[in-house]
């Protein structure tokens, strides 16, 4: 088991049962958004939107004063996408108002990874789809 630890960085999709189970196993993690998947649902809900670069460098700025340029400039875009980012928390989906260290991890792409080839197996038994993991991890 992983130790729970305020070192610890968890980046994930945002669902509300995702965050209480990280809240309660880890309290002393800092948890992320996975900005994979806030591009995907930008992209869904705000259509042609001109602003997703200015989300995806904002999500990425190492300074306070270079996000704040990037989250006007998207204020001044799109307002309903500005309010949607904001109800979203910033703590969780950029790396300047991260409380932990994402270490540049902004994804969750290797889970996604890992989901996508143990999808044929998810109906398994436990001892059957941990057989199939560490198969396929010392193949």
Do not use: W
Not at 22 to 39: A, D, E, N
Not at 46 to 56: M, P
Not at 123 to 135: E, F, G, S, W
Request: charged share 25%.
């Amino acid at each position: 088991m992983i130790p729970d630890d305020d070192g610890l960085a968890i980046i994930s999709y945002r669902h509300k049962s995702k965050g209480k189970a990280i809240g309660s196993v880890y309290p002393l993690s800092s948890r992320g958004i996975c900005t994979y998947h806030l591009h995907k649902n930008i992209l869904l809900r705000f259509k042609g939107s001109e602003s997703f670069g200015l989300v995806k460098k904002a999500a990425t700025a190492f300074r306070l004063s270079d996000f704040n340029l990037l989250f006007q400039q998207i204020h001044e875009l799109n307002l309903e996408l500005h309010s949607y980012l904001e109800r979203a928390d910033l703590s969780m989906l950029n790396r300047v108002h991260f409380s932990g260290d994402r270490y540049n991890f902004t994804t969750s792409n290797n889970v996604e990874t890992i989901n996508k080839v143990l999808r044929p197996y998810r109906n398994y038994h436990i001892v059957a789809l941990l057989d199939k993991v560490r198969m396929m991890l010392t193949r």
